[in-house]
């Protein structure tokens, strides 16, 4: 374990944080008792956010400005009823602590690659997203994705060849195929880090729950390819290389897999848009 109070920095990545006006990373750093001596930041960019606030973390580690960091990604997704998005969209998170000690993984390299590209936006008092449909595709997911795996990889020398798993954002269950397969990745390099079909679309949760997964089963020696992407539009991409300190702590939580299979509980369409406040009373 680690002293709390040495995380340096506490950052949240969501689109769908509870206050327009109050941070949720100050309540997250004080239930951990990372306060007061931290820095806090809340995140936006669409599906991204999470792999933005683990972008920043490892960054201030690497350069000796704090000694841990945290990065979490969480969304609880929306989609307005009768819309795509409403069938895949999830709820989820998942929280990474950046050092340079006793690591599970250690970062060979970071990419990035943004446009500005409308393809999926939420303006404020609007409660549910819009979006182009099929121009969510080509346009964007596709090309950023493509962009920002061909970046790294050619920045730090390697082929997809030479890594063992590859994570890929996860809209829906067919894209991260679609793309692993433009790219040169095969199907038993994805498929430990695909959570969409079990899960749905957790938004900024969605490639660090998969990086989770993959972590899971990872052997010391394996490389990891995270690509993300967040509509808007960007991706970040990192290149893992797991460490033989998986082995000591890998049993040691509940693994992503399982907790979906153990914890699973079916509702009725009617309940969940109760729960997720779309039948309202009237006043």
């Known amino acids: 374990g680690i002293n709390p109070a ?5 950052y949240i990545g969501s689109e769908s944080h509870p206050y327009a006006v109050k941070p949720s990373g100050t309540v997250l750093a004080e ?3 990372a306060t007061p001596e931290c820095h806090t930041a809340d995140l936006e960019f669409a599906c991204k956010a999470g792999t933005e606030c683990m972008f920043i973390a490892l960054s201030l580690v690497e350069a000796g400005r704090i000694k841990y960091g945290l990065g979490v990604g969480a969304d609880t997704s929306q989609g307005a009823p009768g819309d795509a998005l409403e069938y895949s969209a999830a709820a989820g998170a998942a929280a990474f602590i950046f050092g340079k000690e006793n690591c599970v993984a250690v970062s060979e390299e970071t990419y990035a690659y943004m446009t500005d590209m409308p393809d999926f936006w939420r303006r ?3 409660y549910y997203p819009q979006h182009g449909g099929r121009f969510t595709g080509e346009p ?21 060849e ?8 996860q809209p829906n269950g067919k894209f991260p195929f679609k793309v692993g397969q433009i790219l040169g990745f095969n199907k038993a390099q994805i498929e430990p880090g695909w959570l969409v079909n079990k899960l749905g679309n957790t938004y900024s949760g969605s490639s660090p729950l998969g990086l989770t997964s ?11 390819l995270l690509v993300s992407y967040g509509s808007g539009a960007g991706s970040d991409a990192f290149i893992w290389k797991v460490t033989d300190r ?21 509702l009725e369409y009617g309940e969940y848009a109760k729960f997720r406040h779309k039948i309202l009373k009237a006043e």
């Open 6 to 10: 040495e995380i340096g920095a506490a």
């Open 31 to 33: 239930a951990l008792g």
């Open 124 to 126: 404020e008092y609007q």
């Open 140 to 160: 964007a997911y596709f090309t950023h994705i493509t962009a920002a795996a061909r970046g790294i990889m050619k920045k730090s020398g390697t082929s997809p």
């Open 162 to 169: 030479d890594f063992a798993y590859v994570i890929f954002h």
């Open 214 to 224: 993959t972590l899971d089963i990872a052997k010391p020696g394996d490389r990891i």
């Open 246 to 266: 998986i082995d000591e702590v890998r049993d040691l939580a509940p693994k992503t897999r399982d907790i979906l299979d153990t914890n699973k509980k079916y």
